[in-house]
């Protein structure tokens, strides 16, 4: 998976970008074991691509003013946060936080 810098993204590019991570992280949290997930170097990548697009689609919002638009980035959020927060979740189970 390559790293991307979401500044350098058009807000289209973002969205795209944001269901193939937010489905890869997801994908990787099934085949990845518990325990291994935070020391898996992919998953981490994928964590952090999903935080980086996340920050950027969140910015980006409030100048958006057309509501498909506002509506398109709200779920395009949705799946990054629903993987983001797996990750995360998954993360304080193994570390017995949760």
Known sequence: ????TPANLSVDDAIYNSTKASSF???MLVMT???Q???NEIVKDAYEECLQLKEYLSEYLWTESDSEGINTIQASLDELNKALDK???TNDIVEGEW
Request: cysteine-free.
């Open 1 to 4: 998976m390559k790293k991307t």
């Open 25 to 27: 992280l997801l994908h």
């Open 33 to 35: 074991e518990p325990h």
């Open 37 to 39: 997930i935070k020391a």
């Open 87 to 89: 990750y995360e979740m």
